[in-house]
């Protein structure tokens, strides 16, 4: 069940960014437990579609929000940290997050569309990072093959933190 601290912000297409961007809030309001050199403050983001469906927080297409406020809540609920190419399938073995999508997974990813770094930040403290649905095929090449593998599949197949929820796999 997710913090009832953690909440995930809208904001509607622009005509610079024509999407909906879905960002979580709260998620930073304690450090996680990272190693080393990993950043303790993070907060995720989701682009979708501008016409995404989801003012209906029980319809199938709002797994994105739900989503969201799950992998805020995940690192303080189980002391541990989010952090990039982190991989979460939806369990074992992973299953779609709707009946209406063959996404069964996630990864985080530093933001591809977003070139400087001042959008990658909040405050100047804060990280911010793109969660990017995965197919079961993608979720399997990140296990057996790694970040590096994945990269490459979404490269060439022009993967980036804008959701299509049409999308075929990258493998």
Avoid: C, Q
């Amino acid at each position: 069940m997710p913090s009832t601290g953690v909440h995930v912000l809208v904001a509607g297409p622009t005509e610079e960014r024509p999407h909906r961007t879905l960002v979580t809030e709260g998620m930073s309001d304690e450090p996680m437990v990272a190693p080393d050199g990993a950043n303790p403050f993070v907060e995720l983001m989701m682009a979708l579609p501008a016409d995404w469906p989801i003012d209906d927080l029980t319809a199938d297409e709002s797994w994105p929000v739900h989503l969201l406020k799950y992998l805020a809540a995940f690192p303080r609920e189980n002391e541990t940290w989010l952090g990039p190419w982190h991989l979460l399938p939806n369990g074992d073995p992973a299953v779609p997050y709707a009946p209406n999508t063959e996404f069964a997974g996630m990864v985080v990813t530093p933001m591809i569309k977003v070139r400087t770094a001042e959008a990658r930040e909040i405050d100047g403290k804060i990280s911010l990072l793109a969660v990017v649905p995965l197919h079961p095929a993608e979720i399997r090449l990140k296990i057996e093959k790694g970040s590096g593998a994945l990269i490459e599949a979404f490269d060439r197949a022009g993967i980036s933190e804008l959701v299509d929820p049409l999308r075929p796999s990258s493998v």
